[in-house]
């Protein structure tokens, strides 16, 4: 079994050769998965019952990263 050190240079390793999980993520799409996060632990997701839950959520937060990326943008 690997001791701790030797598992933070496999992950340090790891990290440098591929860039890590969300290389080709986005500041937008950061913004978005904090917001998706947001509205999924709040009651948001009950006002949309008929509609697809998760296209109603995907739509919202990308539409909440635009709005804080235009406001950075100031």
């Not at 079994?1 to 999980?21: Q, R």
């Not at 839950?53 to 990308?62: G, K, R």
Request: charged share 35%.
């Amino acid at each position: 079994m690997k001791d701790n050190v030797e598992l933070a240079k496999d992950y340090t390793d790891w990290m440098v050769k591929t860039g890590g999980y969300a290389k080709d993520m986005t500041m937008r799409d950061e913004f978005a998965a904090l917001a998706m996060q947001g509205l999924f632990a709040s009651d948001a997701k009950h006002h949309h019952e008929d509609a697809d839950i998760f296209d109603v959520v995907a739509e919202a937060a990308y539409k909440i990263a635009d709005a804080m990326l235009k406001e950075r943008a100031k």
